[in-house]
DNA sequence: TTTGAAATCCGAGGGAA
DNA sequence: TTCCCTCGGATTTCAAA
């Protein structure tokens, strides 16, 4: 992970469209350095992910709901699986205070969140209790760091 | 926003390098219409960027933290701004309670955390109080919702 | 709005430095 | 590793339906 790659990642982030043939021009290297480059960071792991993101409201996912979750200790793999098997389920973290688990979904309405997540999460085995974070809109959401300023 | 777009939607989500003759082809359409139709659901805001998603831990920024702010009012948009505004915020909400302002933070560690975030929210105006969720582990991450089961 | 063809340009791989 | 080169194939455009 020297400058090259670090600038990589960087035009990456901000449009995964780019051409390597552009990337190797702003870095004075070949376009086949960058090409190998973008590849093995790919294989490496470093870039998880080459993907899009999409307007809510315009998507028709336009209630973004954070939920912590308490659960029984012993099952708590269990429902981190559960939740993760959920599409409107985006994220799914684990802390250690003040809930067990958290998670950021995303559904077309409130009625959409009852059905499609809150009833699943509470009909889970091992789910203690649950608390919904409602947002009300989005000022800002990027997939990751873009270092400099916008 | 048909049953074409959605079918778009949904591989650029999965791999949004996928080629557009690769799209067509399962569609049973041109590539040029594919090519088209990208362009206008890019123009038309629904897809709002090409990005990539990188590993927090390979890529430097291994501490995921989730803050909820409460601000004075009438500075609520003031600081909405400083938070945007940050490298290391990537996502801020507006939400009735128990917050007024939600935000997603990445950072390299808990003394970045401090330095880079937290004290330049507890110094900018309007700012009455917080409370950070730090995570422990991420198990998922999407960016958007993908149709049908993984 | 979609199509199909044409021209340009890019991605991918191999071999040399 | 990086660079150069080349080929196969993709992107992009445009006129026509």
């Given amino acids: 992970m ?3 790659d670090r600038t990589i990642i960087e035009k990456l982030t901000r449009d995964s469209r780019i051409h390597c043939t552009e990337i190797a021009s702003e870095l004075g290297v070949a376009t086949s350095t960058v090409h190998k480059r973008v590849n093995q960071l790919y294989n490496d792991g470093v870039i998880e992910q080459f993907t899009i ?32 098997s959920l599409n409107n389920v985006l994220e799914v973290y684990e802390l250690l205070e ?4 958290f ?17 699943v999460i509470a009909n889970t085995k091992g789910v203690l209790n649950t608390s919904s974070i409602l947002t009300t809109r989005r000022h800002k959401e990027n997939a990751c760091i873009t270092k400099n300023g916008d």
Wanted: hydrophobic fraction near 35%; avoid cysteine; charge should be neutral.
């Fill in 103 to 119: 998670v950021k979904v995303r559904t077309r309405d409130i009625s959409e969140l009852k059905e499609n997540v809150l009833r």
């Fill in 53 to 84: 993101i999409l307007n809510p409201e315009k998507s028709g996912t336009a209630l973004t709901t954070f939920i912590g979750i308490n659960v029984d200790s012993g099952r708590k793999d269990e429902v981190i699986n559960t939740l993760k």
């Fill in 98 to 101: 003040p809930y067990d688990i």
């Fill in 2 to 4: 020297d400058l090259t």
